[in-house]
């Protein structure tokens, strides 16, 4: 307002409505800032999204919590659905913990996680997943892992459906941490077939897409094997928004990649996937850059 000026009657005459109505507004907060109503966290928090257990190679307990984690966390992100799925860790004296067969994935419980042999076979005679094959399989070409993770993630099926491989060297952070992603040929679920059809995959790397069926990771702890999980299913969304933009999705050129696994090096990750044939043509490569 003008200093000068005379106050009046006319500044205390209320505005007329001209059409508007006012904003209803609470009395509570009129005339507060826009974030200093007062707030205070609620008695129970909510679970936080994705919680995961801590757990010790030899804490069983832990570590059956943490399966029922990881699988409740593949099932928040569609990785599973319903009784889909398995997840199994090895502990330190070779045995494995290993998911029911038949649970409902979402919303296990550690009871519904089983102490088996390394051969699969259950210490309390329970039926475990009928996919326990293709654990031992993976346990027994990977001395080195500890965990084994197996999902039906959406895009990464698809993309097998449609006969498209991932294994193409096309995305860097990709090609530094976990190398390629193939698709091992198709083999009845449950089978011996299975397993057989992802030994050769397993031995030379941490993730494969199983054709019209899933995806399978491996890692050197639960969480580790979680994570190439959404690493696959996120490479197959990234490709195809890039394909559904119309673009063609080219590798990167031998030089790049051969610099790329260099990094790796220097940043010390460690897989046995140093598949890389330049043109993502072959699922495996005649002349690996780092060979075994
Ligand atoms: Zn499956």
Redesign the pocket.
Known sequence: MNPMRPTSDIDDVPPTNTGCPLPAVDPALEGKPLGATPWSAPEQPPQRHGVLTQAEPADKAALAQQICDVMRIMYQHEFVVAN???VSCRLPNGNLLITASGALKGYMTPDQVIECDPQGNALDGRRVTT?VKMHVAAYQERPDIRAVV???PIYAIAFSLAGISLAGCAIPEIIVTMGSIPTAPYAT?STDGLPDSLRKFLSKGDAVI?ER??VVCVGSDLIDAYKKMEMVEHTAKITHAARTLGGNVTPLPPTEVKTLLETRKELGIYTKNNLCDGCGAREVCAAPLFPD
């Open positions: 889909d799925g398995n996919e197996h999902g039906h679920p199983m069926h899933g």
